[in-house]
Nanobody, 116 residues
Framework: QVQLVESGGGLVQVGGSLRLSCVAS?????????MRWYRQAPGAQREFVAS???????NYADSVKGRFTISRDNSKSTVYLQMNSLKPEDTGVYYC?????????WGLGIQVTVSS
């Protein structure tokens, strides 16, 4: 079992920055190969935002490339999402995600609101 808890969301103005954190527990974090961030805007489907594989390979949705950075700190069992140059369309609930032993795990999500 893996438990994921997100934090760091909130209200920010257009052009501002936030850093989301996701702490993993219940499993050795260094054994978790891939960590991902998803988001869900009001009335929309959940969409992929970013992933980090083996702590090295990163992938991003086109909509966030150049503005968001995903990273992980194994010593803190935490994955981060640094979000810069935020836009109103970045508003939504952000979820941390991973898979392990054929199971998929999600956090409860954290609200990010970008106001214009």
């Amino acid at each position: 079992q893996v438990q994921l808890v997100e934090s760091g969301g909130g209200l920010v103005q257009v052009g501002g920055s936030l850093r989301l954190s996701c702490v993993a527990s219940g499993s050795s974090f260094s054994d978790i190969n891939v960590m991902r961030w998803y988001r869900q805007a009001p009335g929309a489907q959940r969409e992929f935002v970013a992933s980090i594989i083996s702590g090295v390979t990163t992938n991003y949705a086109d909509s966030v490339k150049g503005r968001f950075t995903i990273s992980r700190d194994n010593s803190k069992s935490t994955v981060y999402l640094q979000m810069n140059s935020l836009k109103p369309e970045d508003t939504g609930v952000y979820y941390c995600n991973t898979n392990r032993a054929s199971k998929i795990y999600w956090g409860l999500g954290i609200q990010v609101t970008v106001s214009s």
